[in-house]
């Protein structure tokens, strides 16, 4: 193999290579040539050493001996890395030097492949509900508090850069948007779901939260305030805003998150969790989790008054239940009860 003659098209092509890497190289001030015998001497690539097989397998550190908490960091750690993957696509598309944002091909792409991962995050969430037994779940929790997945900033990296800050504010404090960002962020809906019932403060978990993301998510939102995705589409021309596939694909985007996946997150919390228990550090999530008490919506103008009113309710719902969760659930097989 190593001495078969190259054809004419194979030495062509591979001057083309030669000449590219040279630009390149010379491009950032570089020897090219040096950089030619590196390639020579350098190994192949191995499959274990491009997706850091070893550090992967060791990230996960249960803080208990019951196997299902196994489950519980893996799927965590796998809805981080998808919130990555949207996270990916938002900045790209909202990036003002690139100009994504000026043409619909760009949209469908990026918003597109957003619905996908979290249409993933959502039909797999039974992996929590119906993948953990529930009496392993209500002792290993107990050993991981205050943590919760409240916790996750990335979370609230995706609505900032998805968003306007007045549809994230808490929907009592939508009013004021003149007040400065310092005082506004204090009104943030999530802030609500970090009270502790009984004494009215702020649970330990949102605590330690804002004392290590105050700060940086201020900044996300000052990045993001003429950036983001909602901001970008209000400003398209009205021929393109108006695109029946790209308000579909918007719709659908902002069900995902703020429908779906946030009503199979409480499905698996109603099912760990007893009907009288309470949140990470007493919250009371079952008048914060539910999609009707927030109603987070991004794309405010894409939506009629009625859908509005009906965020999460009923209709919505029986919606949610044919066509998004998962199939195990509704498997005969499985009857739902731990072994
Ligand atoms: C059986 C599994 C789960 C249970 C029982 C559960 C429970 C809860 C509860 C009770 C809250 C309200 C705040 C608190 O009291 O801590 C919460 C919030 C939250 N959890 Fe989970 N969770 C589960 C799985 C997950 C997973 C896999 C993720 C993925 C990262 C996640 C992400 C979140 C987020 C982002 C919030 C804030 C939601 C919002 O502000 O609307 N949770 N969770």
Same mark, same amino acid.
């Given at each position: ?35 030619? +015998? ?159 019932? @009984? ?23 000052? @990045? ?14 009205? +021929?393109?805003?108006?695109? +029946? ?86 498997? +005969? ?7």
């Amino acid at each position: 193999m190593a001495n078969r003659k190259l054809s004419p098209e194979e030495i062509n092509k591979a001057i083309g290579y030669i000449h590219q890497l040279r630009e390149k190289y010379e491009g950032i001030g570089q020897d090219f040539i040096l950089y030619l +015998e590196g390639l020579v001497h350098s190994n192949g690539l191995n499959y274990w050493d491009y997706v850091k097989l070893d550090s992967l397998m060791g990230l996960q550190t249960p803080r208990t001996n019951f196997p299902d908490e196994m489950i519980f960091v893996v799927y965590h750690q796998i809805t981080e890395l998808y919130f990555k993957l949207i996270k990916q696509e938002i900045d790209l598309l909202t990036d003002l030097e690139r100009g994504e944002y000026k043409e619909l091909k760009n949209w469908y792409k990026r918003i597109g492949r957003c619905s996908n991962y979290w249409k993933h995050l959502c039909n797999s969430f039974d992996i929590m509900a119906h993948g953990m037994d529930i009496s392993e779940f209500k002792h290993f929790r107990m050993a991981l508090l205050p943590a919760s997945g409240f916790q996750s900033v990335q979370f609230r990296h995706i609505e900032i850069m998805s968003s306007n800050l007045s549809s994230l504010l808490h929907k009592d404090n939508r009013e004021d948007m003149d007040a400065p960002l310092e005082k506004l962020y204090q009104y943030m809906y999530w802030k609500s779901g970090g009270i502790d019932m @009984d004494t009215n403060n702020k649970t330990l978990t949102l605590r330690q939260f804002e004392k290590k993301y105050d700060l940086e998510l201020q900044g996300w939102i000052k @990045d993001y305030r003429y950036r983001n995705l909602a901001y970008l589409y209000y400003r398209l021309a009205p +021929e393109l805003k108006n695109d +029946e596939k790209l308000v579909h694909l918007l719709r659908e985007y902002d069900q995902y998150i703020n429908i779906f996946w946030r009503m199979s997150h409480q499905a698996a919390s109603s099912r760990h969790l007893p009907i009288d228990d309470r949140g990470t550090g007493g919250t009371n999530w079952r008048k914060y989790l539910p999609p009707k008490f927030q109603r987070v919506i991004f794309f405010n103008t894409i939506w009629t008054d009625t859908e509005k009113e009906e965020w999460g309710k009923a209709g919505v719902m029986k919606f949610f239940r044919d066509r998004i969760q998962g199939t195990w659930m509704k498997d +005969e097989r499985y009857d739902g009860t731990d072994q």
